[in-house]
């Protein structure tokens, strides 16, 4: 089976055995964290497992580090998580959610390659539409699985957790995947302060996905991305949002349009205003 690194099609999803996949529900709602969980049981795709953005994709007791509001859990923690779900080597992992990939399954594809998991990919348009192609759906948990034995460990090139390391430079592009009135400081639902980092550019991951809440083609995104990135090469991108997990569509949608390398600026917003001395700009 060759395995998919970046989205996958419902269709193609479907054909995939049992034993060939580990499907895992991303469901959450920022507004109501218990939510992802009461639609999961209400029904999800055949043999999914459920992860929570607070619970398993973050390890929130580290909010007070500067971190950001999701901090990434611990190399013990996710690879615990992995190792309950059943996952091996060479098994195709599929995350899915209901916002086109952004809350929260790119989150966990993200993660998975930052541990150096290969076969990670986000269910193309989500589970409307797994449920738009007439695909089945089960209610309730489905039956364990066998555990596996993990130990993995994050890359440490793939993600920019200091601060300084956003200054600006010639061969570095600041993308913030946030909507554009919280970007330009205009409103700020959820962080105490609004606004963005100076430098940054503004690529709200709603750009990424057509009208039908699908990845726009791949040609397409890669056009779109070139015009943003000017003379600055793919890898020298980073991205950041307001907690460090919409961000990873935009990187999503960069590795899926071909251009590789970018990376995450992990706390993201909420981990910048952490300390009132760093400049913050509007408009």
Same mark, same amino acid.
């Given at each position: 089976m060759? $395995?998919? %690194? %970046? $989205?996958?099609d419902p269709s193609a999803?479907?054909?995939? +055995?049992?034993? =060939?996949?580990?499907?895992?529900?991303?469901?959450?709602?920022?507004?109501?964290? =218990?939510?992802?969980?009461?639609?999961?049981?209400d029904?999800? $795709?055949?043999?999914?497992?459920? +992860?929570?953005?607070d619970r398993d994709l973050s390890d929130l007791s580290r909010q007070a580090e500067g971190l950001?509001?999701?901090?990434?859990?611990?190399?013990s923690a996710f690879s615990a998580l992995l190792s309950r779900w059943g996952w091996r080597a060479g098994m195709q992992v599929v995350s899915y959610d209901a916002a086109g990939g952004a809350l929260a399954a790119a989150r966990l594809w993200w993660m998975l390659r930052l541990a150096g998991v290969q076969g990670g990919?986000?269910?193309?348009g989500g589970y409307a539409a797994w449920l738009a192609a007439g695909?089945?759906? =089960?209610?309730?948990?489905?039956?364990?699985?066998?555990?596996? =034995?993990?130990?993995?460990r994050y890359a440490p090139a793939q993600v920019l957790i200091e601060p300084a390391a956003l200054r600006a430079? +010639?061969?570095?592009?600041?993308?913030?995947?946030?909507?554009?009135?919280?970007?330009r400081g205009e409103i700020e639902p959820i962080d105490p302060v609004g606004g963005h980092v100076p430098g940054a550019l503004n690529r709200p991951f709603s750009d990424n996905l057509g009208g039908d809440g699908r990845f726009k083609p791949a040609a397409r995104l890669r056009d779109e991305f070139l015009a943003l990135l000017g003379p600055v090469e793919p890898s020298g991108v980073v991205h950041m949002c307001g907690s460090g997990v919409t961000a990873c569509h935009n990187l999503l949608a960069m590795e899926h349009?071909?251009?590789?390398?970018?990376?995450?600026?992990?706390?993201?917003?909420?981990?910048?205003?952490?300390?009132?001395?760093?400049?913050? +700009?509007?408009?």
């Amino acid at each position: 089976m060759s $395995l998919k %690194t %970046t $989205l996958i099609d419902p269709s193609a999803l479907a054909a995939l +055995a049992p034993d =060939e996949v580990l499907i895992v529900d991303c469901r959450f709602d920022l507004a109501d964290p =218990e939510r992802g969980r009461r639609d999961y049981l209400d029904g999800h $795709l055949p043999g999914a497992l459920y +992860a929570s953005l607070d619970r398993d994709l973050s390890d929130l007791s580290r909010q007070a580090e500067g971190l950001g509001r999701h901090p990434l859990p611990p190399e013990s923690a996710f690879s615990a998580l992995l190792s309950r779900w059943g996952w091996r080597a060479g098994m195709q992992v599929v995350s899915y959610d209901a916002a086109g990939g952004a809350l929260a399954a790119a989150r966990l594809w993200w993660m998975l390659r930052l541990a150096g998991v290969q076969g990670g990919a986000v269910l193309d348009g989500g589970y409307a539409a797994w449920l738009a192609a007439g695909l089945p759906v =089960e209610a309730g948990k489905p039956a364990a699985r066998k555990p596996s =034995e993990l130990s993995l460990r994050y890359a440490p090139a793939q993600v920019l957790i200091e601060p300084a390391a956003l200054r600006a430079r +010639a061969d570095r592009l600041l993308l913030d995947a946030r909507a554009a009135p919280r970007y330009r400081g205009e409103i700020e639902p959820i962080d105490p302060v609004g606004g963005h980092v100076p430098g940054a550019l503004n690529r709200p991951f709603s750009d990424n996905l057509g009208g039908d809440g699908r990845f726009k083609p791949a040609a397409r995104l890669r056009d779109e991305f070139l015009a943003l990135l000017g003379p600055v090469e793919p890898s020298g991108v980073v991205h950041m949002c307001g907690s460090g997990v919409t961000a990873c569509h935009n990187l999503l949608a960069m590795e899926h349009a071909g251009l590789h390398g970018s990376r995450i600026y992990a706390p993201s917003w909420s981990g910048w205003i952490s300390d009132p001395a760093r400049p913050v +700009a509007k408009g």
